[in-house]
């Protein structure tokens, strides 16, 4: 089956400045300063010859769909006949030529000797046209080649390529980008290269300043995707308060504000998102989110995968909502998670639905929990929908406060700041009885995706799902086997839907491992699940020194715009990157960019790495719990004299 997905992303608009109070988005249980990667360009055939992402830990890759979740530690290559291309959520677009390879070592890793933060991009083989967009003034954004270090002004954009003799090509198209080069760590040189100009690092470790390249099929390709962006953004609306919300928000409302959808006021919620599919039918029903795409497990998370051109921002920042009126809406934000959805498993199905606002007011554990959904079905489909507030729960929540959010039988998403006047206002309406409201709440068991297990990874599972009026026989057919369930939490059926995913690689990863060593045992297959369980940390019984064992530092490269790399020199040790964590490190200290002193990095004083009081870590070893492919580093420690991070 033929996927295209085509993120027109573009020239001149894609420089378009965010207003400077809006802030990058935060991550559900994560940093505050860290944006992901998906992939915004497919043209899948699965003819083998697809582009593929290669995870840390893994011998099997992924075909590089669209809207895949990326991060640092992940290969992306391309063959010698499809392109493909990288978004990240901070505005900077990667585009991969033909048989090129090229990965993510880290996303705004802390240096270790200053207060930047490390965005490194390792071009292995091959061309990448960048448009660059910095997070803010205090990113460091670079493309590492074996020969060269590649840092990128804001608003540039440049075509690197890696050449067959070793050559690091590059043409800037606009901005200026800095070279940094030499044969060895006593002799570093650095090079300018401004907009129109294209400079050659040779081999021999010199510059050359060649004939800028006018036309060639790797750049005619990128300028056919940046022309569409005009087109894209005549007379689309953007409302206002849209403009203040994140980067991410905003480069999606520029891009698909009027393409896919339109921006319409509601009387409860405000400005909402509309997509077009609200009118389009498919043959398994009409359209509803968390339908068109497929479950991906990815950083110890379940992350939802969508098909649609679109479908990244809507699915990760921000929740659902039905109207009777005008269907499906979303509701931006600026908290990110894998999937804004509520996981069930009944009678031998996984079953889930987008997260509501009225999750917020009972918990979606307590009123849509395994013990209320055989009641919520037969209230729903026997006598009609009761009032909940009137026949439901006793301990409906009329206002939020932190200590109720933390509550067990409160849902585990927060609550984004941007949707708590919109539940002010859906609670008000829901006390007066408003008719609107209460026929959203009565669809919710309607707006459920129902799919047996042994089908949920079926590649036409949208086929599959069972209607919500066959419910009853289904359950009723596996009821004999069955044995009495115990009530389940919705994240302890994510969990289980991600084991289903994981436990269907360990069969092609056996494979690899047989192939790439014969002597492999297959007995133990455990370390196929390795990453997820490193993503789980010590709770899932993971120690440290194990978690030492499974990170490969990359060996110290002197070429490297990071200054630690500078200070590393002057100390006599060397620096690594540990993209499973996303840090910066220095093994013969046995430090981290977690453990070094704050003072030290807000003192200015950057000839040196002072780790904090509280201890150190191994050689290379990354404190504390992560990710194979989305770090759990944190961001600037409380307590530093920084203040709040400048936006650029």
Same mark, same amino acid.
Not at 242 to 263: D, H, R, S, T
Not at 435 to 450: D, M, N, W, Y
């Given at each position: 089956?033929?996927?295209?997905?085509?993120?027109?992303?573009?020239?001149?608009?894609?420089?378009?400045?965010?207003?400077?109070?809006?802030?990058?988005?935060?991550?559900?249980?994560?940093?505050?300063?860290?944006?992901?990667?998906?992939?915004?360009?497919?043209?899948?055939?699965?003819?083998?010859?697809?582009?593929?992402?290669?995870?840390?830990?893994?011998?099997?890759?992924?075909?590089?769909?669209?809207?895949?979740?990326?991060?640092?530690?992940?290969?992306?290559?391309?063959?010698?006949?499809?392109?493909?291309?990288?978004?990240?959520?901070?505005?900077?677009?990667?585009?991969?030529?033909?048989?090129?390879?090229?990965?993510?070592?880290?996303?705004?890793?802390?240096?270790?000797?200053?207060?930047?933060?490390?965005?490194?991009?390792?071009?292995?083989?091959?061309?990448?046209?960048?448009?660059?967009?910095?997070?803010?003034?205090?990113?460091?954004?670079?493309?590492?080649?074996?020969?060269?270090?590649?840092?990128?002004?804001?608003?540039?954009?440049?075509?690197?390529?890696?050449?067959?003799?070793?050559?690091?090509?590059?043409?800037?198209?606009?901005?200026?980008?800095?070279?940094?080069?030499?044969?060895?760590?006593?002799?570093?040189?650095?090079?300018?290269?401004?907009?129109?100009?294209?400079?050659?690092?040779?081999?021999?470790?010199?510059?050359?300043?060649?004939?800028?390249?006018?036309?060639?099929?790797?750049?005619?390709?990128?300028?056919?995707?940046?022309?569409?962006?005009?087109?894209?953004?005549?007379?689309?609306?953007?409302?206002?308060?849209?403009?203040?919300?994140?980067?991410?928000?905003?480069?999606?409302?520029?891009?698909?504000?009027?393409?896919?959808?339109?921006?319409?006021?509601?009387?409860?919620?405000?400005?909402?998102?509309?997509?077009?599919?609200?009118?389009?039918?498919?043959?398994?029903?009409?359209?509803?989110?968390?339908?068109?795409?497929?479950?991906?497990?990815?950083?110890?998370?379940?992350?939802?995968?969508?098909?649609?051109?679109?479908?990244?921002?809507?699915?990760?920042?921000?929740?659902?909502?039905?109207?009777?009126?005008?269907?499906?809406?979303?509701?931006?934000?600026?908290?990110?998670?894998?999937?804004?959805?509520?996981?069930?498993?009944?009678?031998?199905?996984?079953?889930?639905?987008?997260?509501?606002?009225?999750?917020?007011?009972?918990?979606?554990?307590?009123?849509?929990?395994?013990?209320?959904?055989?009641?919520?079905?037969?209230?729903?489909?026997?006598?009609?929908?009761?009032?909940?507030?009137?026949?439901?729960?006793?301990?409906?929540?009329?206002?939020?406060?932190?200590?109720?959010?933390?509550?067990?039988?409160?849902?585990?998403?927060?609550?984004?700041?941007?949707?708590?006047?919109?539940?002010?206002?859906?609670?008000?309406?829901?006390?007066?009885?408003?008719?609107?409201?209460?026929?959203?709440?009565?669809?919710?068991?309607?707006?459920?995706?129902?799919?047996?297990?042994?089908?949920?990874?079926?590649?036409?599972?949208?086929?599959?799902?069972?209607?919500?009026?066959?419910?009853?026989?289904?359950?009723?057919?596996?009821?004999?086997?069955?044995?009495?369930?115990?009530?389940?939490?919705?994240?302890?059926?994510?969990?289980?839907?991600?084991?289903?995913?994981?436990?269907?690689?360990?069969?092609?990863?056996?494979?690899?491992?047989?192939?790439?060593?014969?002597?492999?045992?297959?007995?133990?297959?455990?370390?196929?699940?390795?990453?997820?369980?490193? =993503?789980? %940390?010590? #709770?899932? /019984?993971?120690?440290? !020194? @194990?978690?030492?064992?499974?990170? &490969?530092?990359? $060996?110290?490269?002197?070429?490297?715009?990071?200054?630690?790399?500078?200070?590393?020199?002057?100390?006599?040790?060397?620096?690594?990157?540990?993209?499973?964590?996303?840090?910066?490190?220095?093994?013969?200290?046995?430090?981290?960019?977690?453990?070094?002193?704050?003072?030290?990095?807000?003192?200015?004083?950057?000839?040196?790495?002072?780790?904090?009081?509280?201890?150190?870590? =191994?050689? %290379?070893? #990354?404190? /504390?719990?992560?990710? !194979? @492919?989305?770090?759990?580093?944190? &961001?600037?420690? $409380?307590?530093?004299?920084?203040?709040?991070?400048?936006?650029?």
């Amino acid at each position: 089956m033929k996927q295209k997905g085509l993120i027109l992303a573009a020239g001149m608009g894609f420089f378009i400045w965010v207003s400077a109070s809006a802030s990058n988005y935060r991550v559900v249980n994560q940093q505050q300063d860290f944006y992901y990667g998906h992939i915004s360009y497919a043209d899948v055939k699965n003819d083998g010859l697809d582009a593929l992402v290669f995870r840390e830990g893994r011998l099997t890759p992924e075909i590089a769909v669209l809207n895949l979740p990326l991060g640092p530690g992940d290969v992306i290559q391309t063959s010698g006949v499809r392109r493909t291309e990288v978004q990240f959520d901070n505005g900077t677009i990667v585009r991969l030529d033909l048989n090129s390879r090229l990965k993510i070592e880290t996303l705004l890793a802390q240096s270790l000797s200053t207060l930047k933060e490390i965005s490194n991009l390792v071009l292995d083989k091959g061309q990448v046209y960048v448009m660059h967009k910095r997070y803010s003034s205090l990113e460091l954004f670079q493309v590492v080649t074996p020969g060269a270090a590649v840092k990128l002004d804001h608003n540039s954009v440049a075509l690197i390529r890696l050449t067959e003799e070793g050559n690091t090509d590059v043409q800037v198209e606009r901005g200026k980008v800095f070279l940094l080069y030499g044969e060895d760590k006593k002799h570093i040189s650095q090079k300018r290269i401004n907009a129109k100009q294209r400079g050659v690092v040779t081999a021999e470790n010199t510059v050359e300043l060649v004939e800028y390249e006018v036309l060639s099929d790797f750049k005619a390709w990128n300028e056919s995707l940046n022309a569409h962006f005009p087109e894209l953004h005549e007379g689309s609306f953007l409302p206002k308060p849209i403009q203040k919300l994140p980067p991410a928000v905003f480069e999606f409302a520029q891009k698909f504000g009027n393409i896919y959808g339109e921006w319409v006021w509601h009387e409860l919620y405000g400005y909402v998102w509309r997509p077009y599919l609200n009118d389009y039918r498919y043959p398994w029903g009409t359209w509803q989110p968390f339908i068109n795409g497929s479950w991906k497990s990815y950083g110890g998370d379940l992350f939802w995968v969508s098909s649609e051109p679109w479908g990244w921002i809507p699915y990760h920042l921000g929740i659902w909502m039905w109207d009777k009126n005008k269907g499906w809406v979303w509701m931006p934000g600026s908290l990110f998670a894998p999937a804004w959805a509520v996981w069930e498993f009944y009678g031998g199905m996984y079953c889930w639905r987008p997260f509501f606002l009225y999750d917020w007011m009972y918990g979606f554990d307590s009123f849509w929990g395994f013990s209320n959904w055989g009641m919520s079905f037969g209230l729903y489909g026997q006598r009609g929908l009761n009032p909940p507030h009137s026949e439901g729960p006793p301990n409906i929540i009329s206002h939020i406060r932190k200590d109720q959010l933390k509550k067990s039988n409160s849902p585990s998403l927060p609550m984004p700041k941007e949707l708590k006047k919109a539940f002010g206002m859906m609670l008000a309406a829901l006390k007066r009885d408003d008719p609107s409201v209460l026929a959203s709440i009565g669809s919710l068991p309607g707006h459920t995706v129902f799919v047996k297990k042994e089908d949920f990874l079926s590649p036409r599972w949208q086929e599959k799902v069972v209607p919500l009026d066959r419910i009853a026989e289904q359950v009723e057919a596996v009821r004999p086997a069955a044995k009495p369930a115990s009530p389940r939490r919705s994240g302890d059926v994510s969990r289980d839907a991600m084991l289903t995913i994981e436990r269907s690689r360990i069969p092609a990863e056996l494979r690899a491992r047989m192939a790439a060593s014969p002597r492999t045992r297959l007995e133990n297959p455990q370390p196929v699940l390795r990453d997820m369980e490193f =993503s789980r %940390g010590n #709770a899932a /019984g993971v120690s440290r !020194a @194990s978690v030492s064992r499974t990170v &490969s530092p990359v $060996s110290f490269r002197f070429r490297d715009w990071n200054p630690d790399a500078k200070a590393a020199i002057k100390m006599g040790v060397e620096i690594s990157y540990l993209s499973r964590t996303n840090e910066v490190a220095c093994p013969q200290l046995g430090l981290t960019s977690r453990l070094i002193s704050p003072t030290m990095r807000s003192t200015g004083n950057f000839d040196g790495f002072t780790p904090s009081s509280g201890g150190s870590s =191994s050689s %290379g070893q #990354a404190s /504390g719990t992560g990710s !194979a @492919s989305r770090p759990s580093g944190q &961001s600037r420690p $409380s307590g530093s004299s920084g203040g709040q991070k400048p936006k650029s």
